[in-house]
């Protein structure tokens, strides 16, 4: 009982104060900085390509297509990957309430320093509210359901019906873990009926993380993020790596084992066509 009544109050505090200016961003703005395929900000009514380099003031949407991908900088506080089919608001840094990134579809990866304290970072989803204070995770869904990863740190999660965050509710998902909430198991939850459930992050997101994490290092901006931030995740790639390794789930052993089926079933092929001409010549 005492440790639900404290998580509501540590959200509680971190909605109220995440809603003050950050004094270390004051002045900041988010910034694109890599947009491959059909990506595009939506300013109001209008709608325009995106352009590498071009300064967000915040008050946009972002919006990439199939196949398309954008790299944000979020005001250095840290980094956001934009995946593909992704819909995805931006507040402004001085924001005065409500989530700093709403997302309405699609996949966005964070990489967030850690804040000064009574500073929180809120992404949005039509199913979930995740504030954090700095650490590395995922969110992807669309308007029934979303999915958070976390990679590193601790999140603070809150379900979301309606458009309203129900910050009566509120769930600590730790590094390694994954909460899914769909429009009907938070309804659930709503009355009581369920619990929220946690489960560990399957191989196949992890895999893809490290994939798009890899990347994400290459980017100026990531080295300009602090000492703390970085070796953090480069100690995650690193983990994941040989879990991954270990199960012998990483890419080059799975490669190997593709190869190693796609032998064994033309070696089959050739003793089944073997029998067949052996069967025909009697």
Do not use: C
Not at 58 to 67: A, F
Not at 119 to 129: A, E, R, W
Not at 150 to 167: C, N, R
Request: hydrophobic share 40%; no cysteine.
């Amino acid at each position: 009982m005492k440790n639900a009544l404290g998580a509501i109050a540590f959200l509680a505090t971190m909605l109220i104060m995440g809603a003050a200016i950050h004094p270390a961003y004051a002045g900041n703005k988010y910034r694109l900085i890599t947009a491959l395929g059909d990506v595009k900000i939506i300013t109001g009514t209008t709608s325009s390509p995106a352009v590498q380099g071009q300064d967000l003031s915040g008050d946009q949407i972002i919006v990439t297509g199939k196949g398309s991908m954008a790299d944000v900088s979020l005001g250095g506080r840290g980094l956001m990957r934009v995946q593909e089919n992704t819909r995805v608001a931006v507040a402004t840094i001085e924001k005065k309430g409500g989530p700093d990134l709403d997302m309405e579809q699609g996949g966005i990866l964070v990489i967030l320093s850690k804040l000064l304290k009574g500073n929180s970072y809120q992404v949005k989803t039509h199913t979930q509210v995740v504030s954090v204070r700095g650490t590395i995770f995922q969110v992807s869904g669309d308007t029934s359901k979303s999915q958070l990863d976390v990679f590193t740190g601790s999140v603070m999660v809150s379900p979301v019906t309606d458009g309203a965050i129900q910050s009566q509710i509120v769930q600590m998902v730790t590094e390694g873990q994954s909460l899914s909430l769909d429009r009907r198991t938070v309804l659930e939850i709503l009355a009581k009926r369920r619990k929220i459930s946690l489960s560990a992050i399957r191989a196949e997101v992890k895999d893809a993380f490290m994939k798009q994490a890899m990347t994400m290092r290459e980017l100026p901006e990531y080295k300009k993020l602090n000492r703390d931030t970085r070796k953090e995740l480069d100690d995650r790639i690193q983990r994941i790596r040989q879990e991954l390794k270990e199960k012998g789930l990483d890419r080059e052993s799975l490669k190997e084992k593709l190869i190693d089926r796609k032998a064994l079933k033309e070696k089959l092929e050739e003793r089944k066509q073997g029998i067949i001409d052996r069967l025909k010549n009697r």
